[in-house]
């Protein structure tokens, strides 16, 4: 397993501002997630962090909103850009063990609220 | 597309009951399937299962996958309000792709 930590916890954001996220794992991972939880929903995948070079956004983010960085194996950040009330959601980073049948871990996760 | 349904989507028991939760799956080259819990903001892992008819069981909580039906269950046995929580349903396919999730199934047991 992984043991990974976010920072910060939780946040209360004004509109119009940006809030970047860290997430940092004990061992290095080659793959990294970007999750977001909006109340009462599922998980839905922001981006996979690549080591090195762009993140892979899905449909529907784009990296002006969600800048990503990914500067070696064991850290990530996500910049969530000129927020508005509708970004208020649980922001999740993840990590995927090599080998095995590619187990997915989570960090403790950041609440954001934007108000 | 890859797909994960879960069922039901909701759930309220009492304390000592047995529930089942079911997880169906499309998934274009299959590798596994995690079921997790998540009580307050981060999943928490239970289960890997990759192959057909082999039970997991830890305590009361057990899983089984049949790779020919494309589902799973979950089950869990003489509940307790602390196994309220939403549980996820997420598989994987071959080479680094993400888990795709479901929608999750929220418990809830009352005493």
């Known amino acids: 397993s992984a043991v990974i930590s976010q920072k910060p916890s939780r946040d209360i954001c004004q509109r119009g501002t940006s809030l970047t996220i860290q997430c940092q794992v004990d061992s290095q991972v080659t793959m990294m997630f970007w999750y977001r939880q909006q109340p009462g929903q599922s998980l839905t995948l922001i981006a996979t962090a690549n080591q090195g070079s762009e993140a892979t956004y899905e449909s529907g983010f784009v990296i002006d909103k969600f800048p990503i960085s990914r500067p070696n194996l064991t850290f990530s950040t996500l910049t969530v850009s000129n927020m508005s009330p509708e970004d208020s959601s649980i922001y999740l980073c993840s990590v995927q063990t090599t080998g095995g049948g590619g187990e997915q871990y989570f960090g403790p996760g950041t609440r954001l609220t934007v108000t | 597309e890859d797909k994960v349904v879960q069922s039901p989507l909701s759930l309220v028991v009492h304390e000592g009951d047995t529930v089942t939760l079911n997880c169906s799956y499309e998934v274009t080259n299959f590798r596994s399937l995690l079921w997790y819990k998540q009580e307050k903001k981060a999943p928490t892992f239970l289960f890997m299962l990759?192959?057909?008819?082999i039970e997991k069981k830890s305590g009361r909580l057990s899983s089984i996958l049949d790779k020919k039906e494309l589902f799973s269950i979950l089950n869990i046995t003489a509940t307790q309000t602390g196994d309220s929580a939403v549980y996820l349903c997420?598989?994987?396919?071959?080479?680094?792709?993400?888990?795709?999730f479901g929608k999750g199934t929220r418990l809830s047991v009352i005493a």
């Open positions: 997420a598989v994987g396919s071959s080479g680094n792709t993400p888990l795709v």
């Open positions: 990759t192959s057909s008819g």
